[in-house]
């Protein structure tokens, strides 16, 4: 088992910053893959970035240049630095860890963006 513990949501205005980390403990072994999703209300849950086993790194190609995805394979962790936030970031995000098969999810952490 994996257990990922989620931090930084909040509110923030447009134009604002947050940063989101999360930090993955329990059974891992070596080559893993971490990232975010997104969830806004009545849609679909979305590919926010993510970063492979080598460290390469994905991002939905709508948040490139906003949102930078970084990991520490120390520490088992990932953090989402997004900036210039604007109100349709609005979502909960998810953190998300996945290898040999499986995959985990974390609790979820609200973020909001006022107009």
């Known amino acids: 088992q994996v257990q990922l513990v989620e931090s930084g949501g909040g509110l923030v205005q447009a134009g604002g910053s947050l940063r989101l980390s999360c930090a993955a403990s329990?059974?891992?072994?070596?080559?893993?893959?971490m990232g975010w999703y997104r969830q806004a209300p009545g849609k679909q849950r979305e590919l926010v970035a993510q970063?492979?086993?080598?460290?390469?790194?994905n991002y939905a190609a709508s948040l490139k240049g906003r949102f930078t995805i970084s990991r520490d394979t120390a520490k088992n962790t990932v953090s989402l630095q997004m900036n210039s936030l604007k109100p349709e970031d609005t979502a909960v995000y998810y953190c998300t860890f996945r290898d040999l098969g499986r995959v985990y999810w974390g609790q979820g952490t609200q973020v909001t963006v006022s107009s």
């Open positions: 329990g059974n891992i072994f070596s080559s893993y893959v």
């Open positions: 970063v492979l086993a080598e460290g390469s790194t």
